[in-house]
């Protein structure tokens, strides 16, 4: 799976691209003539599990599958420390004030380490009964997923102190976003097909929209696997990525949280995206299994009520230009998630019960009324059954 991840900061044009075990920056340098540059970050051997920006865009950390965590300065691409951890990880994020960097894991645990001080240990703030999926920091809140269909709202740093659970999706949770443009929501996509909207300062659900139609059987509904969401326009656009579709869903999402389809604006890919995220011009990025065109940039204009996108070409972007080649993208062939995975499995072992029950039933031999009626059939008298009276009252 290519995870992509976009330059937080609206002053710089940079997007970072993993790839198996292969980290690839791009980004745009000032000049006299806008250039592009290509660097290649070393992390380890195994594939890069998550990734992700600091608030200011001056860091980056990234984590591999052989539980390496190694943070860069994006200012020179230095590293600035690189640390093994106890457990995979599956979500990374920085604090706010870039102090630390906290990391989630698969045995359902979030630590935190300095970013500053590389040797110091690490300290465990919150864990679940589950996998914790994604993760996100939003209004002083740590806000976590997990597969056990909950979202956790958490106090930061005393994340003992559990703000709420936000309950409601009936699959895994995949991912978790936070709209820039409305600080105080929440949008959680799941398993079960839909994505819900939530009020983390109200601490109630706003909206729920459905993606994919149950079509009598649990197998048709499509996972939610991505979610994309505009920096700059409100309403907001949301861009959502059902699992194996080619097709990516479009909806605008307004600041009473309610969700509106934009059919007109949906995006047709040639193959199931890998992952897909907007820069801060709402330029859609799109990475996505084609030999040919294995990087894929929209850009997106909205009027009133109406949205569409338009597709940029090589000489439309530096960027695009620079990071659209196979060689980039080929390590990710392999590595995808598999949903399925976090799907539980539902089997009924009663028929295998009854089953076993006959054949142990069956080892015991014949019962003792068929002992009876074998010993009728041989002409022997059967025994004499004697019936005793009742005792006296006294």
């Keep these: 799976m ?3 991840c976009l330059q937080p900061s609206p002053s710089r ?3 970072v691209v993993a790839c198996g075990e292969t980290v690839t ?3 745009t340098t000032s000049g006299p003539e806008l250039s592009t540059v290509c660097r290649h970050l070393s992390i380890s051997r195994s594939p890069v599990v998550c990734l992700g920006f600091s608030p200011s865009g001056q860091l980056l950390a990234v984590c591999a599958d052989d539980k390496a965590l190694k943070i860069w300065r994006t200012q020179d691409w230095e590293p600035v420390g690189q640390r093994v951890i106890p457990k995979r990880a599956t979500a990374v994020q920085f604090t706010h004030d870039e102090q630390y960097v906290l990391v989630a894991d698969k ?30 920091l939003c209004k002083g809140l740590v806000i976590t997923c997990d597969r056990d269909e909950k979202v956790r709202a958490s106090n930061y740093p005393n994340c003992y102190n559990i703000n709420r659970f ?12 936070c709209p820039k443009q409305f600080s105080a929501m929440v949008l959680s996509g799941s398993g079960d097909g839909s994505f819900k909207v939530w009020d983390v300062e109200q601490r109630r659900l706003l909206h729920t929209e459905v993606c994919a139609v149950e079509e009598g059987e649990e197998e048709d509904v499509k996972a939610v696997t991505q979610l994309a969401l505009s920096h700059t326009t409100i309403p907001v656009m949301v861009v959502v990525a059902l699992e194996e579709s080619p097709e990516l869903l ?15 604006a949906n995006i047709i890919l040639s193959q199931p995206p890998w992952s897909c995220a907007f820069d801060w011009s709402d330029r859609l990025w799109v990475t996505l299994p084609c030999e040919t065109h294995p990087l894929e940039c929209y850009a997106l204009s909205v009027n009133v009520g109406q949205c569409q996108f338009t597709k940029l070409f090589h000489e439309d972007s530096p960027v ?7 060689d980039i993208f080929k390590g990710a062939v392999g590595n995808e998630m598999d949903w399925n995975s976090l799907r539980k499995q539902a089997f009924d072992n009663v028929e295998m019960y009854m089953a076993q029950k006959d054949e142990r039933m069956g080892k015991k031999g014949p019962s003792p009324g068929g002992a009876l009626e074998q010993v009728e059939e041989d002409g022997a008298k059967p025994p004499k059954i004697v019936k005793l009276d009742p005792l006296p009252e006294s």
């Design 2 to 4: 290519a995870l992509l």
């Design 13 to 15: 044009d940079c997007i």
């Design 25 to 27: 920056v791009a980004e």
């Design 107 to 136: 045995t359902g645990e979030v630590a935190r380490y300095s970013t500053a001080d590389v040797s110091a240990p690490g300290s465990v703030l919150l864990g679940h009964s589950s996998i914790i999926v994604d993760m996100v």
């Design 166 to 177: 936000y309950l409601g999706h009936t699959d895994f949770i995949s991912v978790l976003r």
């Design 250 to 264: 479009t909806y605008l999402l307004y600041e009473s949280g309610h969700t509106t389809p934009c059919p007109e």
């Design 320 to 326: 695009l230009g620079a990071l659209c080649k196979w």
